[in-house]
């Protein structure tokens, strides 16, 4: 399901570097625009005493993702890679990602075509849709994304395709939807995905395909930046139902209810998001390789969940974002933890435009502790 840059490809990058670098400094009307990122990881999760299949893990790395491309007015195309180390493996690079894309965007309208960042485009989906391993793992979404922004709303729509069936990848993808309207403080939010989880050609594993989804839709309170240093205080309560379903004419289709609650506060550099859901169990129609089936949280297989991070932001700008958290989860009656570091880097040609100082202040100022 994840698609590694060959050889081949790699020249491809290289002769579209060379043809950007030339059209650029031949169109008056063109900009050439270039971005350096990357993300630093430590994610150790202790879930011993949780529900069986929530396996403990350390995840630790770095992904270094450079781009170049040409903008237009609101038009632009841009190609790069990611290039992803975990600390320990003896490989030289673990993984490596093509991006390519168009991109349109203006203060209302964001579309996107091809292989680009997933990082900033689904922020409002929390760990409970969609784990953890994605942000670290899956860098890119590949297939389109659109967003409409006005003074009040926002909505968007999704179609990410995660595997193309041949003799050993099965055929998936995700389509999403989400989107939020505001009434000064108080909101109205929906969110969800529906994936496709197909087979091999020729048929192999369980021979069926399999179908998943969920979505919510909630209202809540935002008064975030109402006070002095008040960053956030945001709290939801939703409903969500799921759709769980194996085409083998034999398993029931699944439709899990339940509530969840969410508040995330925080004071200056100190915060907490905490998450609680209640309803009936998750993802518990069978299926041959259930992490590649189901892309939430596995500690939904429980009735009831709390998960509560309290987290430092060690330093923050435009360009540079530091922070460390200790996570609590409670399944039931079971206890686990968490401890996470995460560094992320994003750079661009704007940090040699020519500022005012003052203006800009805020935008280059490390914020330490």
Partial sequence: ?????????????WIVLAWLLIASGRADAQS??????????????????????VLSQTMFGIRFSPEVGLKYKDFGLFVGTHLLTSFGSPKYLDKVYFTGYFQYENPRHKFLFGAFPRQGLLDNYTNIYIRDSFQYFRPNMTG???????????????????????KTVREAFFVGLSGEQRFKWF??????????????????????????????????FDFS????RLEKMRFSASFMLGYECKRDHATPVSMPMGFVLDLHAQYWRVGTRTLYYYGQERYTVPTDVWANTYWGNPMLRAKSYLQSEWYV???????????????????GSRFGT?????????????????RDPAAEHGRYRFNFL
């Avoid at 399901?1 to 990058?13: D, K």
């Fill in 187 to 220: 909101f109205v939010s929906l969110l969800g995905y529906y994936y496709h989880y197909a087979n091999t050609r020729p048929v192999s594993g369980d021979g069926v395909v399999h179908d998943n989804g969920q979505g919510q839709v909630g209202i809540g």
């Fill in 1 to 13: 399901m994840r698609r590694f840059a060959s050889v081949g490809s790699g020249w491809l990058c």
């Fill in 338 to 354: 968490q401890q996470m570091v995460r560094l992320c880097v994003n750079l661009d040609g704007s940090i040699y435009s020519k």
């Fill in 225 to 228: 930046g109402y006070a002095r």
């Fill in 313 to 331: 932001e060690f330093f923050k700008n435009d360009f540079v974002e530091a922070k460390a958290a200790f996570v609590f989860h409670l399944q």
């Fill in 144 to 166: 389109l994304f659109y967003q409409f922004t006005g003074r009040s709303q926002f909505v968007n729509l999704w179609l990410d395709w995660t595997g193309a069936r041949s």
């Fill in 32 to 53: 050439f625009e270039w971005k350096a990122g990357a993300f630093g990881f430590f994610d150790n999760g202790e879930y011993s005493k949780m529900e069986d299949g």
